[in-house]
């Protein structure tokens, strides 16, 4: 059973950096595709970034520049580096895994992470 733990999230002003962690244990991953979706309060969740098996990488517009996904293969983590944070980046971000998708829809990815804090103060 795959099971994801994220970390690093937290509280950081405007301008400033923050990278975000997913882990991914559970059984052996031959390559690992991974997506970060991120949920406001009163909003949908919403599609921020995805790495595929082969390392292709697709961001949303609104962090297009910003935020970059990457992966370290040997532990089977995925990353996402946010700089530039903006007020409108606060939310709870979600790392989510799929046997065979890798792409920006939430529907297909079969495990989710329990989600993490991160705000920004303007």
């Known amino acids: 059973q795959v099971r994801l733990g994220e970390s690093g999230g937290g509280l950081v002003r405007a301008g400033e950096s923050l990278r975000i962690s997913c882990a991914a244990s559970?059984?052996?991953?031959?390559?690992?595709?991974m997506a970060w979706f991120r949920q406001a309060p009163g909003k949908e969740r919403e599609f921020v970034a995805h790495?595929?098996?082969?390392?292709?990488?697709a961001y949303a517009d609104s962090v297009k520049g910003r935020f970059t996904i990457s992966k370290d293969k040997a532990n089977n983590t995925v990353y996402l580096q946010m700089n530039n944070l903006k007020p409108e980046d606060t939310a709870v971000y979600y790392c989510?895994?799929?046997?065979?998708?890798?792409?920006?829809?939430?529907?297909?990815?079969?495990?989710w992470g329990q989600g993490i804090q991160v705000t920004v103060s303007s």
């Open positions: 989510a895994w799929s046997e065979d998708y890798s792409g920006p829809s939430a529907g297909p990815y079969e495990v």
């Open positions: 559970g059984r052996a991953f031959l390559s690992i595709a």
């Open positions: 790495i595929s098996w082969s390392d292709y990488t």
